[in-house]
Structure formats: structure tokens, C-alpha cells
């Protein structure tokens, strides 16, 4: 069990270097926070409303990691020096999840103020993610 609380606090300390500062660009732009659910090694849409006590009716959304994260990881042409570190960041961080975490899925859930949740399985099945909130108007 010390082995696996090790590499799971690893893992998290890995992840949350490569969001530190990283936001997602919305209405409002929200920071990323680290997700670590304890006792689940379940991931769907009803395991998340009820760990995050959402009502039963809420809207959840489901993508995938690449089509969630496809806007932030190509360089565009018009992107100053700012943008280019963005996206070279989200890069790193798009590659972290596909290196360290399995079964991963993106849970978008509400409409106009939505709870993103990026999550995954580390190789113990410890449930590891971000989470973050966007404005959609």
C-alpha cells in the first residue's frame, strides 16, 4: 500500500506541475485543480454526479481527450510568443495524461457554467485528473 500511495502522490505532483499557471480559455478563464478520488476505481457519468453530489437531471457530456484538448495543442500561424508557450504547455500536458493514465475521459457537466473534469486511471486504478469550470454563453 506504501508503494502505491507513493506513486499515486508521484503522479499527482507530476500533474500538477505541468497545469500550474495553465487555464482554459472560456467566458472566464478558471485554473486548473488536481482531482484525486479516493475509493472509486469506476469512471462514468453517474460515478461522477454522485461523487460530486450533482443533481440526477444535470447534463453531462462526454469527450475525448483528444478532441477536448484539439484547440489548445496545435500552433496556430497568428499565435504570439505567449500563445506558442500555451500550446507547447498543453502539449506537455495532453502527453502527460497519455503517458500515466489509462481509460481516460473528459466529463463536461452543466450547461453555461460548466464543470469540466479530465480523468483517468493510473496503473494501481487510482482515479487521478484536473478539473476546471468554463462560461459557455
Request: proline share 1%.
Amino acid at each position: 500500500m506504501e508503494d502505491r500511495n507513493f506513486a499515486e502522490k508521484k503522479l499527482i505532483e507530476e500533474l500538477s506541475a505541468a497545469c500550474e499557471g495553465l487555464t482554459w480559455m472560456s467566458e472566464s478563464d478558471y485554473p486548473w485543480q488536481i482531482v484525486s478520488w479516493q475509493g472509486e476505481t469506476k469512471i462514468n457519468s453517474e460515478i461522477l454526479k454522485g461523487y460530486y453530489k450533482y443533481a440526477p437531471e444535470i447534463k453531462v457530456l462526454t469527450k475525448t481527450l483528444s478532441s477536448f484538448f484539439e484547440s489548445v495543442i496545435v500552433e496556430q500561424k497568428w499565435h504570439d510568443e505567449i500563445e506558442k508557450l500555451e500550446t507547447l504547455r498543453y502539449q506537455n500536458l495532453y502527453r502527460w495524461f497519455n503517458n500515466n493514465l489509462k481509460d481516460i475521459q473528459v466529463f463536461l457537466v452543466g450547461e453555461i457554467e460548466v464543470d469540466v473534469y479530465i480523468l483517468g486511471k493510473s496503473k494501481d486504478n487510482s482515479i487521478i485528473g484536473l478539473s476546471t469550470k468554463v462560461i459557455e454563453t
